[in-house]
């Protein structure tokens, strides 16, 4: 059924005419202002999009220099190792936004202490964290990177309060079986028996792995 205009309506102006004709009457009173918001907001879109241009162009970049080096990473020995270090030493230096900088510096940490210097891997496993990547088990793991490398320091102290961080940012259990072993055998050299054996028993509580369950038995047989 169609619709009957009625005489009221034929009157009456369309009321999407008389928005626009309001339009064009405004821009013809303000045609500078306009003109010049105009613009603003063209620069604005174009910085933008330009941005995100940019921004992908750099991460991809910096993804493949991060490809190059841990080919060389993965392949291991000292000649791999160095080209490795080199090749995150120069992504964190030329694209030091992007996510691969932040995982370059992971990686970092590792290779320095597999080289025994334990200065430079606390550093880098550092700048890992405070880059704050999103991804609880790495951070757990930098934790332990940095209480691996003050343990063979001799700082033992430190290096029991970077474990107990590393389980406070992720809740696993395994990652909680290696840090309770880690903290009970610091404990152990400190020759802190009751500590030790507090912490086995809690590795063991966790322990699901049947030979992690056997060693660590034999631990708290021993200790205790």
Known sequence: M????TKQELKEPDSLQVAFWKLV???????????????????FILAVFSWFIYNDRYEKKAQEKYRLAYGF?????????????????????????????KLAYYRLGGLYYQQDKYDDSILSYEKFLKSSFPDPVLICLANFGIGYALEAKGDYLSAIKAFEKAM???????LAVIGNRNIARIYEQ????????????????????????LFLKRKLAELG
């Open 168 to 174: 406070t940012t992720y809740h696993g259990d395994h």
């Open 73 to 101: 990473d993965i392949k291991g020995g000292l000649r791999g190792s160095d080209h490795a270090l080199k090749g995150y030493l120069d992504l964190t230096s030329s694209y030091p936004r992007s996510r691969a900088a």
């Open 25 to 43: 009457d405004y821009i013809s009173k303000n045609k500078k202002p306009v003109i010049i918001t105009s613009i603003g907001l063209l620069a």
């Open 190 to 213: 400190m020759n802190d028996i009751p500590k030790s054996l507090e912490h086995y028993k809690k590795a063991l509580e966790k322990a699901k792995d049947p030979s992690q369950e």
């Open 2 to 5: 169609t619709h009957k205009i």
